[in-house]
C-alpha cells in the first residue's frame, strides 16, 4: 500500500526523523521473523513511550493503515510479517525497568525489554522472574505477553500470562487504557488483561506491564536422562508427574537433535541414545531438591532410561541449557528449511503424540524433529525441508495438516505458546470452533472496527467497517 509523504511527515513529527524508516535496506531488515516467512513493510515507526505509540496509532487509525506491533522478530508463527502491507511498530526503544517493588515482587517494564535483561536483574535481588522463552535472549516482554510464551520452567512455574498482573494497551483508536497493577487478588469488572495476553497484536499495542516476581529458589539440580527408545522417554515424563513430583523442567530431545547440537556444540551429548529428558527440580532446601532428583533419576531408571547424570558443576548445568537453547538454529545443519510446529497435548498423551508424529514423518519421506517442554505436553515437531523443491513444500502442506489433525484428535490444541499468527490460520477453526472464531471476530470488531491492528493474523479476517 502507498503511505502518502504528508502522512510519513505527521508520523516523524510524533517520533523524530531518525526513527521513521523507508529505505529499501531498512524495509528488508523488517520483513523477517523466526519463520521463512517473508513481506516487507512499506514503512517503520519507532516510538520512544507510551504517548508517541498513541499518537502514531491515533494517525494510523484515522487514515487506516495497518499497524503491526514487533518486539524483536523471534515469532514462530509469522505473526509480525506485514501480509497486507503497513507500518511496523518496533518497541525496543522502549526497554526500560520502570520499577522493581520488592516489598510487593512486582516489576514495572515497557514492552519491549530483553526477557532475560528483566531476569538478569530481579535475580540480582534474590527475586525471580520464571517465564523463560528458549528465546529470552532475543524476545520481548511485549512479544511474549502477546503470544502467552511458555518455556521449559513453565511446567513448575506457569506461563508469561500467568505472571502479568497489569497493562498499559494502546487500543486501536488511539487511546491509553490501563488495567490491572499490583494487587494479587482483582475481579473488579471483566479481566481485560485475559483479553490482551496472547492477542498477537490484534487487539491492542501492550506498551507496559507489571509483572508477578516470585522468591529465587536457592537450590538447583539438573538431571540428563539417556533412552534407548523415544517411546520410553515420553512415557517416562508422566510417570515422573504421577510419582508426585513436579520438576521445574522437563524438556525432550530425540535423537536428530542430540545429534545436531553435538555438531554445532560439542557438548559430549550421547549422540548414540534415541532420546534424552533433561530434567530440573529446584527449591529451597537443598536437602529436598537432592531427594527430589535421586527420586526423578529412579523413576527414569524404571521406565527404562539406560544412563541418568546429575550435573556435578554449574558449568555442567549450563551447557545443557545451552543444549536445549540451540536445538531450534543447529537444526539447519540438516536442511535450508524448517517449520517448527508447537502442538500441545494431555500429557497422557505425550507418548501416542510422539508415535503419530513419527509415522507422519515416516509416510511423507521427510525428517520431522521432536523437541520441547515435554513435561506440561508441548511438543515441537518440526519438518526439515528444502522449500526450493516443490515437490517437498506439498509433501510438507500435507504434513502440517496431519500434525494438527494428530494434536486436535488426541484432545490437544494447535499452539501451546506459539500463537496463531499467520501460519496456523486456516487449521483454526478445525481446533476451536466455528462459534468460538465468531465470538473472536465480535471482540476483534468491538476493539479495532477499522482492523489496522495486525490484520490478517490470529482470525480470520473480518470485512472492516466504516467509522
Ligand atoms: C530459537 C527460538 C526459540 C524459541 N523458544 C520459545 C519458547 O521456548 N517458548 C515460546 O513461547 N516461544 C519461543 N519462541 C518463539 C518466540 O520467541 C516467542 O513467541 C516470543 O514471545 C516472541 O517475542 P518477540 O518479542 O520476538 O515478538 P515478535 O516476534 O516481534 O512478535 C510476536 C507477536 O507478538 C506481537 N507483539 C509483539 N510485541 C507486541 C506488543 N508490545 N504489543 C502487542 N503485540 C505485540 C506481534 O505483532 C506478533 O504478532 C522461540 C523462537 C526462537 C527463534
Given at each position: 500500500m502507498k503511505i502518502e509523504p504528508a502522512l510519513i511527515e505527521q508520523f516523524q513529527a510524533i517520533?523524530?526523523?531518525?526513527h521513521v524508516l523507508s529505505s529499501r535496506e531498512d524495509l528488508l531488515c523488517y520483513s523477517f521473523d523466526g519463520t521463512f516467512a517473508e513481506f516487507a513493510p512499506d514503512l517503520v515507526v519507532e516510538p520512544a513511550d507510551t504517548e508517541q505509540v498513541a499518537a502514531v496509532i491515533r494517525l494510523a487509525h484515522e487514515h487506516a493503515v495497518p499497524v503491526i506491533a514487533r518486539g524483536m522478530?523471534?515469532?514462530?508463527?509469522?505473526?509480525?510479517?506485514p501480509f497486507g502491507g503497513g507500518v511496523i511498530l518496533p518497541?525496543?526503544?522502549?526497554?526500560?525497568?520502570?520499577?522493581?517493588?520488592q516489598e510487593n515482587m512486582t516489576a514495572t517494564v515497557q514492552a519491549g525489554l530483553i526477557t532475560l535483561d528483566l531476569q538478569d536483574k530481579v535475580e540480582k535481588l534474590g527475586l525471580f522472574y520464571p517465564p523463560?522463552?528458549?528465546s529470552n535472549k532475543h524476545s520481548t516482554i511485549g512479544g511474549n505477553i502477546a503470544c502467552n510464551a511458555g518455556g521449559p520452567r513453565c511446567l513448575k512455574y506457569g506461563v508469561t500470562g500467568d505472571y502479568v498482573m497489569g497493562l498499559t494497551v494502546v487500543l486501536a483508536d488511539g487511546r491509553i487504557i490501563r488495567t490491572g497493577g499490583k494487587t494479587i487478588k482483582n475481579v473488579t469488572g471483566y479481566n481485560l488483561i485475559g483479553l490482551f495476553i496472547g492477542s498477537e497484536g490484534t487487539l491492542g499495542i501492550i506498551t507496559e506491564a507489571v509483572l508477578k516476581l516470585v522468591a529465587k529458589p536457592s537450590y538447583v539440580r539438573t538431571a540428563v536422562a539417556a533412552f534407548d527408545q523415544l517411546d520410553d522417554a515420553s512415557r517416562t515424563v508422566n510417570a515422573v508427574l504421577l510419582s508426585g513430583i513436579v520438576p521445574a523442567t522437563m524438556e525432550l530431545m530425540d535423537n536428530t537433535a542430540i545429534i545436531c547440537i553435538e555438531e554445532a556444540m560439542?557438548?559430549?551429548?550421547?549422540?548414540?541414545?534415541d532420546a534424552i529428558l533433561i530434567i530440573e527440580s529446584d527449591g529451597f532446601d537443598d536437602h529436598v531438591v537432592q531427594q527430589e532428583i535421586d527420586a526423578i533419576a529412579s523413576v527414569c531408571r524404571q521406565n527404562g532410561a539406560s544412563d541418568v547424570q546429575v550435573a556435578k558443576t554449574e558449568a555442567e548445568r549450563a551447557d545443557l541449557w545451552r543444549a536445549r537453547r540451540n536445538v531450534s538454529p543447529s537444526l539447519a545443519r540438516r536442511a535450508p528449511n524448517k517449520l517448527g510446529e508447537d502442538i500441545s497435548v494431555p500429557r497422557s498423551q505425550i507418548p501416542e503424540a510422539v508415535r503419530r508424529l513419527k509415522s507422519i514423518s515416516q509416510r511423507y519421506g521427510l525428517p520431522i524433529v521432536i523437541f520441547g517442554h515435554a513435561g506440561d505436553g508441548n511438543l515441537h515437531p518440526n519438518i526439515l525441508f528444502d522449500k526450493r523443491d516443490p515437490d517437498q513444500w506439498g509433501r510438507v502442506e500435507k504434513m502440517v495438516a496431519e500434525i494438527f489433525g494428530a494434536a486436535v484428535a488426541l484432545?490437544?490444541?494447535?499452539?501451546?505458546?506459539?500463537?496463531?499468527?499467520?501460519?496456523?490460520l486456516p487449521y483454526l477453526e478445525s481446533d476451536v470452533g466455528a462459534i468460538s472464531i465468531e465470538v473472536q471476530q465480535r471482540i476483534k470488531q468491538a476493539l479495532d472496527p477499522k482492523g489496522i491492528l495486525n490484520p490478517g493474523k490470529s482470525l480470520p479476517l473480518l470485512t472492516p467497517t466504516a467509522s
Open positions: 517520533v523524530g526523523k531518525k522478530g523471534s515469532g514462530l508463527a509469522a505473526g509480525t510479517i518497541l525496543n526503544r522502549m526497554r526500560s525497568i520502570l520499577e522493581i517493588d523463560d522463552p528458549s560439542h557438548l559430549g551429548l550421547p549422540v548414540e541414545k484432545g490437544g490444541t494447535l499452539s501451546g505458546e506459539h500463537g496463531v499468527g499467520t501460519l496456523k
